[in-house]
């Protein structure tokens, strides 16, 4: 039989676990690094942010995209289809998403190469990689854009323009150098080329298969980020 005191005993223990459950809930989400970014845009952020994205709806949509691994300079130009610089690429595949452990109402430009990634958020760029994650305003963000004549040896995308052909060997006259017998013929192509650097250190570049892809960049930034009120 229960008395007065049994149920209030009951009452006190179901407020404490209770309690118990919600610092337990809190205590989690501390350890797990969850972070929860709710974004509200005025009408003037919003038309920034919605500039900031355009161009990376754009990428999302060329049929190639490479990070530039490195560059280096062709010494020995005959043997390079007659190129002045090499480049080492590796194929990246734009996309919107939300950084891992955030909550976001938002799904933000994203870039990933290798265990860098960059978030474009509305207000900053979030870098991630092995390091940690760091924060770049966008008032210190430089962003380059340029055409890149490229000698295609692999398959050629079909959203890019050719403008010329080479050859695999070259002679001075810039014809095909007769003493290789598998010398092959070689697509020059107009792609687009646009980077990202900051005085903290950032410092990337891409290539993509649509020069005024690469265009669109510089015209989105150069009117400024959206300033979100959080």
Known sequence: MWTVG?????????FAATFFFAIYARHSDVLNGTVILNY????????NFARLQAPFRQLATCERVWHIDAAGHNADMKRNAGATTSLKRTEVHPRFSRPAKVQCNLEVPTLQVGNTTLYFFPDRLLVYDSTGVGAVAYTNLKVEMQESRFVEDGSVPHDSHQIATTWQYVNKKGG????????????VMRYGVFGFSSTSGLSILFLCSRSDVAGSFNVAFSRGSAAASI
């Open 176 to 187: 095909p150098d007769r003493r290789f017998s598998n010398n092959r013929q070689l697509p």
């Open 6 to 14: 049994t149920a209030w005993w009951l009452v006190a223990l179901a």
């Open 40 to 47: 509200s845009l005025e009408f003037e952020a919003a038309q």
